[in-house]
């Protein structure tokens, strides 16, 4: 299927590409890797008249670690990020960017993209509530510093400003004595996750769990986090049974739909079993175990 007819635009820089977007108003889409919006076009779920393609935009897809921050440019392909020293330094980037789709997509779908597109099935954005990032945006009025969790309305749909994108992600490097994990349950290569889990927790004294993040993808309109569930295993020992009980209260905050992936239930189940999976793995990495990360398939 072919999408309807489009005006292309090549925007040099991030201001030609701002006052584009903003001349040509809302029959245009910034376009980053094409591999959620053009298909999209096809479905005619989305028929802009009007592409600016961000692409060949210099400086946007650098991936460094500055001080105590990790920086991703909005531009940096999901092949790139998975290939960086930041993936090799920190395993949770490694197993969601290695996840994700095939090689195609991997090559040319980027992370802000991935952001941009507000759909609760992209693994980036559960990865990224797990680790707190904040993301950078850049519009007419200015530039603004989001939080992860502020970025999504509703599906679909970002509380982004016409003509404003986001450039630059960033999120602390996870200290010392902490370890991560992120699982997604999958038919198979090229397709989105049934369900995801990540888990990002710091342990101290031992096995007293002084710091925890938990997010789930996948599983409702937007990404799922729940404050009370962290609660439960920050600052105390962890147990089998605040593990438990820790995994049963974010899965009850999910609102898995149910599709051609799978039943509520189903859903509900698989979350409950990556939930333990990703925390299983976050302790032996916590305790320095080099476990390689991987995605589940039927
Ligand atoms: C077969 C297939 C399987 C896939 N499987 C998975 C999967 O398992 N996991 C997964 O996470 N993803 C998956 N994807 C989606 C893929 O990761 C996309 O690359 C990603 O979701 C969008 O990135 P993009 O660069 O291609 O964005 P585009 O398609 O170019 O843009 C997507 C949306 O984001 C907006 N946008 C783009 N860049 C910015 C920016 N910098 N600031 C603000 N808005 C912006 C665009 O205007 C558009 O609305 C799959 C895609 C395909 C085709």
Redesign the pocket.
Known sequence: MYPAPFHYHRADSLQEAISLLSELGESA???????????WMKLRFDEPQHLVD?SRIPGLSDISMEGDEVCIG??AT?AEITKSAVADAIPIVHDCGS????AQ?RS???I??????A?P????PTLLHTLDATLTCVGSEGTRKISVSDLVEDIYTTI?KPAE???EIRFKIPPANSGGSYTAF?RCA????TASAGVQLTLADGDVCSDIRMALGSAGLKTITSKKAEDILRGSPLTKAGIDKATETIVAAAEPVPDQRGSEDFKRAVLHTLVKRAVDIAVRRCHGETIRGRHEYV
């Open positions: 889409r910034a376009l980053a890797g094409g591999q959620t919006l053009l298909v961000l909005a531009l999901h996840g994700i789709a095939d997509v040319r779908g980027t802000g993209g991935s952001l941009g597109s759909d099935s992209c693994d980036w982004l994108l986001i450039t999958k090229p397709a989105y996750p």
